[in-house]
């Protein structure tokens, strides 16, 4: 259910792009060099595919991912730029530069891709054959860090192999990125903002933009297993605006029904009822986690009783996101 037994490494010849635009049509995982790090692929737009990325990073966790483009004009398929991003994407597109933005209204990214947010990462990077890539493919990819969670950022293809032999479906080898750190993220949510220090220089893009960035608190690469989260640098995480109930083994009267697997719980009828996965497949069940909240959420009723998930393979980062969205807002 995962990638395959074997991991095909392939040269970067002028072939590779096509078989690995092939690769991710497929629902595969492919993992390729940009100029910061390694980049682990998946097609941004087929859910399963992203929910198979976050299982082969080992320890899952639901962290947004950035969506990889080739150029401005495919990234404003995907996201709403105002003055400040325009100014940065013209002025250091291509590069090793992640604008956060609000999604654009029609964005095909899966939810599960973006942790239910309404904004998104993307970026343009600038390196030959992530590009190829990325045009052979001609849909956005996403792509974390080519490492299982916990481990430094890989930098060549056989610290990528070492890593995800037999996790990951294909690795194309383009000898050693030029960087070696992953990109600067600004957000240009509000006043343009440094969530990750990064590959561009916080003064590079202070000048583009004219400006000083805002304070602000930093992302932790909650993702690679550093320190753990501290009040004011959570990752940002989906709230819906109905309280949720959680380990529901019953239904009350008014509620929507979050469920899992193939039974039905005692009680009231729910007001609306979707499945994450009626086999109890927890892949499915990830690719379906947001947009079913999101669902539920508009669905009328008083709160969102969800059953139990099992806390094993994907489910640990399933129970951790329905946590998050089901504590009380600051
Ligand atoms: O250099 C890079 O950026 C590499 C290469 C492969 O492109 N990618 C990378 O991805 O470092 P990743 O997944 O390891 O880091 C993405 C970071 C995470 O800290 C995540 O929380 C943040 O971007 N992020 C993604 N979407 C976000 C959003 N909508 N709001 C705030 N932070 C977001
Ligand atoms: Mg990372």
């Known amino acids: 259910m995962t990638a395959e037994p074997s991991t095909r490494v392939i040269k970067a010849d002028s072939e590779a792009a096509a078989a690995a635009a092939r690769c991710l049509a497929a629902g595969g995982l492919v993992a390729f060099p940009t100029e910061t790090v390694y980049g682990l692929g998946a097609d941004a737009m087929n859910g399963l595919a992203v929910a198979r990325l976050y299982e082969a990073k080992g320890r899952p966790a639901f962290n947004p991912l950035i969506a990889h483009v080739p150029d401005l004009a495919a990234a404003r398929e995907l996201a709403r730029f105002d003055t400040a991003a325009e100014r940065l994407a013209t002025a250091l597109w291509p590069g090793p530069l992640t604008l956060v933005l609000p999604k654009a209204h029609d964005c095909p990214v899966a939810d599960l891709a973006t942790a239910g947010l309404d904004s998104i990462a993307v970026r343009v990077p600038d390196h030959p054959l992530a590009r190829a890539i990325l045009t052979a493919f001609g849909r956005p990819v996403v792509a974390p860090s080519a490492t299982r ?178 504590a009380p807002r600051p």
Request: proline letters at 9%; hydrophobic letters at 45%; a negative charge.
């Open 149 to 326: 969670s916990g481990h430094v950022s890989p930098t060549t293809a056989p610290h990528v192999l070492a890593d995800l032999r037999g996790r990951i479906d294909l690795i194309v080898d383009g000898g050693a990125t030029a960087v070696g750190v992953e990109s600067t993220i600004v957000s240009c949510l509000g006043e343009p903002a440094l969530l990750r220090p990064g590959g561009v220089p916080r003064a590079a893009i202070e000048r583009a933009l004219g400006q000083p960035l805002a304070e602000t608190a930093m992302l932790d690469d909650a993702d690679e297993g550093e320190a753990p989260l501290a009040p004011g640098q959570l990752a940002p995480h989906y709230a819906p605006h109905r309280p949720l109930r959680l380990d529901a083994t019953t239904v009350s009267a008014g509620e929507a029904l979050l469920a899992f697997g193939p039974l039905a719980p005692a009680g009231a009828a729910p007001v609306r009822t979707l499945n994450l996965s009626v086999h109890g497949d927890l892949v499915e069940a990830a690719a379906n986690l947001f947009s079913h909240l999101r669902a539920l959420d508009a669905a009328g009723a008083a709160s969102i009783a969800v059953m139990p998930v099992p806390h094993e393979g994907l489910g640990e980062a399933i129970n951790d996101r329905l946590k998050r969205a089901a």
